[in-house]
């Protein structure tokens, strides 16, 4: 009876939100939403009463707030199609490589919930890590995007040519308008081999060992909500941009929209084109944590997932249940010229990163050789004359003296 209060007090209030201005993730709007879908497929869920409604992601759309995830050529995640790359248009100006800040936070809050575990930081370290980028791709004006939380998808949402990882990190930002910008790092399953990669590992490592652990809840008590939640001290040791984030190689680009409900659009989304690699005692963790809410409401697949070339040597259990939406098309009648960029890590070189090595530098290599050859040429007609002029002055001087 109380979550039937809840859900018809904020109905109203998401369907003006979403229709009019950003919903922010994590936020007491975007919380209440979650309580209404679900990854496991529905059939005529919006049939049923409010206190049991959970819609599947076929059906998502028939919320009244979640209106959104029905649109054709806005929506998240999207297959990374290497072939149909555009260049980064130079009067965007993107910012290559991010310019991360991030403060000192001595306190985190680990969520785990029905959907996922998440580290959150408006209520500890709201403000302290920030990253500028473009309003819009039609407006180069740079505005501040803050760090709200991060979490976690097992197999990954984005694909790369078709192709999954095991795991994908999305960092949810927030500007001041509420407008979201995602940083999302693909996760590929290895040993690390060196420290830089041992430090990216460990992080993960780190925050799935302080998550808090679920146990099944008297009838009461579900009612209220289930999360588990733990306040961490002294969590200035974890640095999401410092040991977790690799620039090294460029990102990904495109406009797109939550990957869950509501689905908003308008979404800036950066996905690093180099993946962390991670053991996989840490992805088969993650996978058994949020598996072990006895009320998640995963979604179990019975065919396995094509993995990537670059996600390692995977081991996958088909018995878990995973937490992603199906990928969407790039473009649709909602936004039929949305393209896909990619910001290669010379920011003078924005160049497709589907072209071989050839393609893309043929021109400066091209100018290269030219000018090498041209100094050559001078150099030896230089040296050509003098070495000439000096035989032609000794003959003279020969026969000179041959006649004398």
């Known amino acids: 009876m109380r979550r039937s209060f809840r859900l018809?007090?904020?109905?109203?209030?998401?369907?003006?939100?979403?229709?009019?201005?950003?919903?922010?993730?994590?936020?007491?709007?975007?919380?209440?939403?979650?309580?209404?879908w679900?990854?496991?497929?529905?059939?005529?869920?919006?049939?049923?009463?409010?206190?049991?409604?959970?819609?599947?992601?076929?059906e998502w759309h028939l919320i009244p707030a979640f209106k959104a995830c029905a649109e054709q050529g806005t929506q998240s995640p999207i297959d990374l199609e290497l072939a149909n790359i555009t260049a980064v248009p130079m009067e965007w100006q993107l910012p290559n490589p991010l310019r991360l800040t991030s403060g000192k936070c001595d306190k985190l809050e680990f969520e785990l919930n029905e959907h996922t575990d998440e580290v959150m930081f408006d209520a500890t370290c709201k403000d302290r890590f920030s990253v500028p980028f473009i309003a819009s791709p039609s407006n180069a004006t740079e505005k501040m995007f803050y760090l709200n939380?991060?979490?976690?998808?097992?197999?990954?949402?984005?694909?790369?040519?078709?192709?999954?990882?095991?795991?994908?990190?999305?960092?949810?930002?927030?500007?001041?308008?509420?407008?979201?910008?995602v940083i999302a790092v693909l996760i590929a399953e290895g040993e690390p081999q060196n420290p830089e990669e041992e430090k990216r590992a460990n992080f993960?490592?780190?925050?799935?060992?302080?998550?808090?652990?679920?146990?099944?809840?008297?009838?009461?008590?579900?009612?209220e909500g289930n999360v588990w939640t733990m306040l961490v001290e002294h969590s200035h040791a974890l640095n999401a941009y410092t040991d977790f984030i690799d620039m090294s190689g460029g990102y990904f680009y495109y406009d797109g929209s939550f990957t869950t409900p509501p689905c908003t659009h308008g979404t800036h989304w950066i996905i690093l084109r180099k993946p962390v690699k991670v053991p996989t005692l840490t992805i088969s963790s993650y996978r058994a944590e949020i598996n072990s809410n006895p009320y998640n409401q995963l979604t179990a697949h019975d065919n396995a997932f094509p993995f990537h070339a670059d996600a390692g040597n995977v081991t996958w259990n088909k018995s878990l249940g995973d937490n992603i939406r199906a990928t969407q098309p790039l473009q649709g009648v909602n936004n039929p010229r949305r393209q896909l960029y990619y910001s290669a890590p010379n920011a003078n070189l924005q160049q497709d990163a589907g072209r071989p090595l050839w393609q893309t530098y043929w021109l400066p290599l091209a100018v290269c050789i030219l000018v090498m050859l041209a100094l050559a040429y001078f150099v030896w007609q230089k040296f050509d004359r003098k070495c000439y002029g000096k035989k032609g002055w000794e003959s003279d001087t020969d026969e000179e003296d041959v006649d004398s």
Do not use: N
């Open 8 to 36: 018809a007090l904020h109905s109203s209030m998401q369907a003006w939100l979403c229709a009019f201005g950003w919903v922010k993730y994590g936020s007491e709007e975007h919380i209440a939403m979650r309580e209404q």
């Open 204 to 223: 993960l490592t780190a925050v799935q060992s302080l998550m808090p652990h679920a146990f099944k809840l008297p009838e009461e008590r579900l009612r």
């Open 38 to 58: 679900q990854y496991e497929p529905t059939a005529g869920c919006a049939l049923e009463p409010p206190e049991k409604q959970r819609c599947g992601p076929d």
């Open 149 to 181: 939380q991060f979490h976690y998808h097992s197999p990954s949402e984005h694909t790369l040519d078709g192709k999954y990882f095991p795991m994908e990190v999305h960092h949810v930002h927030h500007a001041q308008d509420g407008q979201a910008l």
